[in-house]
């Protein structure tokens, strides 16, 4: 099995976070060093959905930037949230610095909770 990553231990309630959105598919967090005034993470949760990166997709694996592009969408209409950036790193050439594929969700507007 492959290395559990910083982001299995949030995913696994073993580190604390402040999570905004959970189902079945999806958990979504807020970004310990924000960018924006909304900046949030959304990773898959099921064990199946795992990747490392973008870099890494596979057949089994393709749907799984779809999954969380739909759920950030979805959190920001529920949320009022009219604009908004999504972005993947990939590779540590491409900024990335957890390798557990991850949506930053960025938006200027700030979360109403
Ligand atoms: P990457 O650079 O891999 O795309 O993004 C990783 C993100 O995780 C960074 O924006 C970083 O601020 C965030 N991060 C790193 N450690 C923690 C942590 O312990 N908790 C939370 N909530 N975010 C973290």
């Known amino acids: 099995m ?19 959105y959970e189902d079945d598919e999806v958990l979504a967090f807020k970004d310990i060093h924000p960018k924006a005034p909304t ?7 099921k064990d199946s959905d795992f990747v490392p990166s973008i870099d890494d997709l596979t057949e089994q694996t393709a749907h799984v930037p779809g999954l969380l592009i739909r759920k950030a969408q979805a959190f920001a ?5 009219t604009g908004y950036q999504l972005k993947f790193h990939v590779g540590r050439d491409g900024g990335q ?16 909770e």
């Open 2 to 20: 492959a290395e559990r990553t910083l982001f299995h231990r949030i995913r696994d309630k073993e580190i604390p976070a402040t999570i905004v």
């Open 97 to 112: 610095e957890v390798f557990y594929l991850h949506l930053h969700f960025l938006s200027g507007q700030a979360l109403n």
């Open 77 to 81: 209409k529920a949320h009022g949230i």
């Open 39 to 45: 900046h949030l993470l959304f990773i898959a949760k």
